[in-house]
Nanobody, 118 residues
Framework: QVQLVESGGGLVQPGGSLRLSCAAS????????MSWYRQAPGKARELVAN????????NVASVVKGRFTISRDSAKSTLWLQMNSLKPEDTGMYYC???????????WGQGTQVTVSS
């Protein structure tokens, strides 16, 4: 059974930091491109960042570039998102996604809520 379990969300003041984690099980983690998506109320889900199966290539959305960093540890089957200088517009549900690098397999976590507010 595939599980992607996100953690680390919460309430933070503007300018603060959070580190999200996604623990994967039931998949061969090193064979998956991993991504973070987010969805704000009333808005479509959007890609925040992704990282190649090897970890050698990362892409970060322009709206968070310079503030967010994505990383992974295949030995621990864990994905992270370090979020610094948080803004109210970063508020939303953050989802972990695993997409097979050589297959069409695609999995989602249940999400973790991030709220940036004073």
């Amino acid at each position: 059974q595939v599980q992607l379990v996100e953690s680390g969300g919460g309430l933070v003041q503007p300018g603060g930091s959070l580190r999200l984690s996604c623990a994967a099980s039931g998949i061969t983690f090193k064979l998956y491109v991993m991504s973070w998506y987010r969805q704000a109320p009333g808005k479509a889900r959007e890609l925040v960042a992704n990282i190649s199966s090897s970890g050698g290539t990362t892409n970060v959305a322009s709206v968070v570039k310079g503030r967010f960093t994505i990383s992974r540890d295949s030995a621990k089957s864990t994905l992270w998102l370090q979020m610094n200088s948080l803004k109210p517009e970063d508020t939303g549900m953050y989802y972990c996604n695993a997409r097979g690098d050589y297959t069409d397999l695609n999995y989602w976590g249940q999400g973790t809520q991030v709220t940036v507010s004073s």
